[in-house]
């Protein structure tokens, strides 16, 4: 079980630098993380499974990449933990952003057009890059989103897990 206990514990152990700062709770938790603040500027998020842990390191290698290309803030990743004894995945600390959480949007919420747009840009960018984004819609309105670099063998960079549309 993911506590803040176990958050102190890891960031005292691996990132003794950041031990002396308040690790709280965050007002409501995502599915494939627990995610803690850690003192006023970072943040923990430590993976909940292991098909989730294999994220951790795509984030930091992709995250910064993506940071250029988009008009909107998104998580800069700081430094990665590493699986212990005592929490089996590699977990990230990231750099803080001030603002709402997505968690706590619904579907009427006016934000959702400044995002649908900025996720339209990221789509230009990436045929832009020679990178080609395709659903494919499988049975009874689940999809799959793959994304593949043009290459002769057209090989996927990632496949996210079926999504249901609504």
Known sequence: MITIELAKKLIANQFPEYANLDIVSVEKQ????????????LLIRMPV??????K???EHKLLPKLS???SINIPEPIKIGAPSKDYP???????WLEGQSANHLTIYD???ESIALQLANFRLFAISRSIEMTVNKVYSGVV?????????KNEP??????????
């Open 30 to 41: 995502g599915h494939d993380n627990r995610t803690y603040r850690l003192g006023p500027d």
């Open 49 to 54: 499974a292991g098909s989730y842990a294999l």
């Open 56 to 58: 951790v390191p795509k």
């Open 68 to 70: 250029s290309q988009l």
């Open 89 to 95: 995945y590699p977990f990230s600390i990231y750099k």
């Open 110 to 112: 006016p934000i959702l």
């Open 144 to 152: 799959n989103l793959k994304i593949y670099r043009k290459t002769s």
């Open 157 to 166: 960079i990632s496949t996210s897990s079926r999504h249901q549309i609504t």
